[in-house]
């Protein structure tokens, strides 16, 4: 749990390392986006650590988190592409990789036989299981934490000042 606190720490006290004096007036909103980036990166960072002992990337976990709520089981491609953040080239690349692995599958959409479906396979709802509790322990760790509900409201009222 500490070092979750101290990645919150380093991304609330953001500005302080880097002093904005020399900064263009017209960019008023930097130090904010500088912040919400550094806690993401601190998010992002301690949810792959967590990961890493299932063999998972983070966005490989998403994809498989995310099919698994879906109230069908499956996704088309291009939604996938979305949710991951990915182009359609890296979309593909990253199913080739978990298909590959026997996580998922993709299947014939029943209606337009163009479209393409992801959907979990037994082993990818196994490991699942297995690797969320340890991702979600993470980001609540770190979203919970006193210093960034902090860094989180500084944001908010930097934006909401401007």
């Given at each position: 749990?500490?070092?979750?606190?101290?990645?919150?720490?380093?991304?609330?006290?953001?500005?302080?390392?880097?002093?904005?004096?020399?900064?263009?007036?017209?960019?008023?909103?930097?130090?904010?986006?500088?912040?919400?980036?550094?806690?993401?990166?601190?998010?992002?960072?301690?949810?792959?650590k967590a990961l890493a002992e299932f063999g998972l990337s983070l966005v490989e976990f998403t994809v498989l988190d995310i099919l698994q709520e879906q109230a069908n089981g499956h996704m088309r491609m291009q939604d996938v592409a979305l949710v991951a953040g990915l182009t359609t080239g890296a979309?593909?690349?990253?199913?080739?990789?978990?298909?590959?692995?026997?996580?998922?599958?993709?299947?014939?959409?029943?209606?337009?036989?163009?479209?393409?479906?992801?959907?979990?396979?037994?082993?990818?709802?196994?490991?699942?299981?297995?690797?969320?509790?340890?991702?979600?322990?993470?980001?609540?760790?770190?979203?919970?934490?006193?210093?960034?509900?902090?860094?989180?409201?500084?944001?908010?009222?930097?934006?909401?000042?401007?």
């Amino acid at each position: 749990m500490s070092t979750h606190i101290d990645s919150a720490v380093t991304a609330s006290h953001f500005a302080a390392f880097c002093p904005t004096s020399g900064m263009d007036p017209g960019r008023h909103y930097l130090p904010e986006w500088r912040a919400l980036n550094s806690l993401h990166g601190h998010l992002e960072n301690d949810a792959t650590k967590a990961l890493a002992e299932f063999g998972l990337s983070l966005v490989e976990f998403t994809v498989l988190d995310i099919l698994q709520e879906q109230a069908n089981g499956h996704m088309r491609m291009q939604d996938v592409a979305l949710v991951a953040g990915l182009t359609t080239g890296a979309t593909t690349r990253l199913v080739n990789r978990l298909e590959e692995r026997a996580l998922l599958r993709r299947v014939l959409c029943d209606y337009d036989r163009r479209g393409i479906y992801t959907e979990l396979t037994d082993d990818g709802v196994e490991l699942l299981a297995l690797a969320r509790p340890r991702h979600d322990d993470a980001i609540r760790d770190i979203l919970t934490a006193e210093a960034t509900v902090q860094t989180l409201s500084d944001i908010a009222e930097g934006i909401r000042t401007q």
